[in-house]
């Protein structure tokens, strides 16, 4: 097994072929099971001896296959702000069980605070699964709504499955718990 810490909250994982016997893995790795959740928690901890911090947190690994091994990228999220536990980029998508929120990108403010508002009122009070994120340029929605009309009249841009990755990479997060419902009210 060799690491590279590549930063303070992602690590790179490479695995042989000796190393999944060791753990007793096989690609794709079955991040679905008890038993293989369980063998990929004691790989992360093997691996995490070069400081990288594990932590209590949310984590998103990306299990890539390579020369009979893989690759796994590990990624410290924000504590609940809509990181996926792990993601196995080897499965087919249509294996995939639980539906990933989407998210939308504004170049500015004001048009996600103006969507925030629609969203309130089509939830008529009822809490919503989402969070907001800034990275410098742009500010982002992850949602569990399905709004993608309403979030393109506002210039909203919805991005690819791997955004959730980017946010908890390189954004900060501004709202970890009901988004729509905190942003609307500053519309």
Request: net charge negative.
């Amino acid at each position: 097994m060799e690491t590279i810490r590549i930063s303070d909250k992602k690590l790179k994982i490479m695995l042989c072929p000796n190393d999944l016997w060791r753990y007793d893995l096989s690609v794709p790795i079955d991040i679905t099971s008890s038993a293989g959740k369980t063998r990929l928690r004691r790989l992360l901890r093997d691996a995490c001896g070069d400081g990288f911090r594990v932590g209590d947190g949310e984590l998103l690994v990306q299990i890539y296959e390579s020369a009979g091994g893989c690759e796994l990228f590990v990624t410290r999220c924000e504590p609940s702000c809509g990181g996926v536990e792990m993601t196995n980029l080897s499965k087919p998508a249509a294996q995939k069980s639980k539906r990933s929120p989407s998210v939308y990108e504004f170049s500015d403010l004001s048009s996600l605070l103006s969507l925030c508002g629609i969203l309130r009122e089509r939830r008529r009070g009822a809490p919503s699964d989402s969070s907001a994120y800034a990275d410098g340029s742009a500010y982002y929605l992850s949602t569990s709504d399905s709004c993608d009309i309403v979030a393109a009249e506002y210039g909203g841009v919805r991005l690819g499955e791997l955004a959730g990755a980017y946010l908890a990479e390189h954004a900060t997060c501004i709202c970890r718990h009901d988004a729509v419902e905190l942003l609307a009210s500053l519309s």
